[in-house]
């Protein structure tokens, strides 16, 4: 039911806010993206497939559907368990941690590369027991894994987290005086509407890891066929004077990022969590 | 300022999820009256103050205060005074500041919007609290700044949604009082939205009962206790039992009660409305029927009882009715109907009010 | 009883730490050691490296130029966002939420892209839109405005990355009050802006606070969209992250970490500039 009654309606004022509004977003946003599309486009369906069948690309893209996925997943449980253990138990440096979740909403992905080379990388602070272990971290793919696993980490715990608060303690008890086990009420009772939040909160976090630079780019080593992610390949395309190829695999991650959008907002109004 | 409602309908939805919340409604409210819309939820009497309000638009008909055709005035220049069930108190202000924004928002010096807060606190019995906040107040107090924000800019007109729906029964009758009192006081044409009867008995001149978005009667509570106007009036006010027969022989059979149906032709499906206080019941050893409990409220008794052959029939009576004596679950009672109203359920004309 | 929940102030069933299940703790345990690898120990490693090095790290990077310059240039950029995209997130709300029109559902995907693009085709879609065979650029060119590699590149990019933030925000809570208090001000005469300025902005400042923190956070971490546009050309396009990424590539690691840890120290205000704001929230409630 929409939120408009009549005497709210825009009169001139409001139409013109409106008006400057929709400029704006089309200007900003649209027209680039719809820019880089036609880009990609350019040389039509043949050219297009071409660009993307170079093995480089084609690896490119593969490495970053995976490590996403692998990250979206262990998000998903991870993140839920996070989300758990802050809202349902009490102990110390609870707080602390809680803030500490948001983290990676505040720090640039750049700060991320540098501190995680700084700490796995062959001189940083684990980089002598790395070594001795025969372990790689930094510049191979473990490394792209937990930088994704940073800057992804907030997304479940937080669409997670209200929908927990939300949680009637009743619900629960009259499944325990009706005989059902811990596990039992865990699954029946408050998997169901944790659900939907678990799912938005990962999708979203999979379509943040698709397109994440900045973190990748310092901890990775950025070795083709590698470490080399997709947004590594576009930038080197970039860099190397081929934006017709930038742009090509750019459209698949343009295509993928509209309907994940599409997807998370979906999920959300499903979560509840209530959407325009 | 009166107020005149002219053929008023209003849609929500379209296609098959079309919802007809008004369907022409026409009804009249004095200058100076105090009206309650009664009705069930659903029924269209929220959004017909809206329209009054100009919160909504109709989709055709009209509004006029005074005379005068209002469809074309926005809500802000219409001089309405509203209080919302929710309160919607602007919750960053304080009380004082809630009270003085229809001042403010018209630009009266600062001295009058003070004087007129007081002169309103004192009114509705909030001295002291000018400068607390919404959230610190009880619900009733909450509801209370409402009233005195919604006067404070001396409104034509005030119109109330639901005004004590979120508060709790005790509070609910206090607001009750504040509204009679003060609309003695300041006599500015009213009208509140309630599904309470006993609300809109107790407090207002007239009472409209509204149904399915259209106006079922327009009367004082009593004229409508006594001679309600359609069946729907008969069923929703006052408490009533409420069966469904066919006539036979100038009666209609209630299980082995029978109910006088005269003037109706045999064979005519009713509806038989019998409310409680029209029903005798007292004991007889060859009584109709059997009681099944007594329930005690307060100061009145409630009578269920079974009627051979037949459905449950309830009854009610003072505590020190004489009809009492001996009445306990088990034991057989005689019913006398003072008064029935059958209304028939198909296209033959209107009420049958019969006397045993 | 172990492990039973009792409840908190808000209704909802909480364990003590005390009284936890073998299985609660071991679930507390993962927790703990999951958050601790990923997020604390990084974390404590770059506050390692920041005292190790000691104070004289910052104040060298502060005597370099080149650093002052891209500090700044990235404080203007934030501030461009912040203004920008502060009025136009409010505005934006506001009209996605009150407003009907045609197109509304589109828009709502839209809005929300800028989360889901990667920055390095951010930088590249306005490359293309304003260089050379692009849309916009026979335009530019009668301006006498250049976007590639130039100043207004970076603030289009900026702009772009930060653009949901206050909108989602403000968006979130005007649902979340519902239009009550706003007809209840058109009742009692209130004007439009009048209705906005004394009822609705009031209401939403928290979310607004909360978004331009966001924004300015990632106005000042944002790294691909700015190194693409702007191509890091040293005192002119270099802002802050590309200075580390360029002093990174030039092997001057003490340089890179230094405005490293100026960026994370930052950060770590931010985060708690928006914890207070929770707080504030909260109470409020």
Known sequence: MSQVSNALSPERGGRLVRGAVLAYIGFLVLLPLAALAQHGLAGGFAALRQALSTPAALHALWLTLWSAAVMALINALMGTATAWALVRYRFPGRSFLSTLVDLPFAIPTLVTGVMLVILYGPHGLMGGWLNAADMKIAFAPPGILLALLFVTLPFVVRAVEPVLLEQDPAEEEAARTLGAGPFSIFLRVLLPPLLPAILSGSVRSFARALGEFGSIVVVSGNIPYKTLTAPIYIFGEIEAGEPQAAAAVSLVLLVLAVALTYAGRALEKWAGVRSV | MSIRVSHLNKRFGSGAGQFVAVDDVCLEVESGELVAFLGPSGSGKSTILRIIAGLETADSGSVYFSGQAADHLHARSRGVGFVFQHYALFRHMTVAENIAFGLRVQGKARAEQQRRVHELLDLMGLAGLGERYPGQLSGGQRQRVALARALAPEPQVLLLDEPFGAVDARVREELRHWLRRLHDEVHVTSIFVTHDQEEAFSVADKVIVINRGHVEQAASPAAILDHPATEFVARFIGDANVYEGVTHGGYVAVGKLQVPADGLPDGTPVSAVLRFYDLKFWKEEQGIARVVRTMTLGDRVKVEAVIDDGPVIYSQFPRRSSLLTGIEPGCRIHIEVTLARLYPQNAAAGVTVTAA | ?285
């Not at chain 3, 950029?77 to 009907?100: E, P, S, T």
């Not at chain 3, 990355?161 to 925000?169: D, I, Q, S």
Request: charged content about 15%.
């Open chain 3, 1 to 285: 009883m172990p492990g039973a929940p009792w409840k908190n102030g808000r209704g909802c069933a909480v364990s003590d730490a005390g009284r936890l299940t073998p299985g609660q703790a071991i679930l507390l345990a993962l927790v703990l050691g999951y958050l601790g690898l990923i997020l604390v120990v990084p974390l404590a490693a770059m506050a390692i490296r920041g005292l190790e090095a000691g104070p004289g790290v910052l104040l060298e990077v502060f005597a370099d130029p080149a650093a002052r310059e891209g500090l700044r240039l990235t404080l203007i950029l934030a501030l461009i966002a912040l203004i920008g995209n502060g009025l136009f997130g409010v505005a934006a709300g506001l009209v996605l939420v009150r407003h009907r029109f045609l197109g509304r559902r589109l828009l709502d995907t839209l809005v929300d892209l800028p989360l889901a693009v990667s920055p390095v085709m951010t930088g590249l879609a306005f490359l293309l839109l304003y260089g050379r065979g692009g849309w916009l650029e026979p335009w530019l060119a009668w301006a006498g405005i250049k976007v590639g590699f130039a100043f207004p590149g970076l603030v289009l990019a900026t702009l772009f990355v930060t653009f949901p933030f206050t909108l989602r925000e403000v968006a979130y809570v005007l649902i979340e009050l519902g239009t009550d208090e706003e007809e209840a001000a058109v009742t009692l005469g209130a004007s439009p802006w009048q209705t906005f300025r004394l009822v609705t902005f009031p209401n939403i400042r928290f979310g607004l606070g909360y978004g331009l923190v966001l924004t300015l956070a990632r106005a000042l971490g944002e790294f691909g969209a700015v190194l693409v546009i702007g191509g890091a050309i040293s005192g002119q396009t270099q802002t802050a992250t590309t200075f580390i990424y360029n002093a990174l590539e030039e092997r001057q690691e003490a340089a890179a970490y230094g405005m490293a840890l100026i960026l994370a120290a930052a950060s770590v205000l931010f985060l708690l500039a928006l914890e207070w704001i929770k707080r504030q929230r909260g109470k409020e409630k």
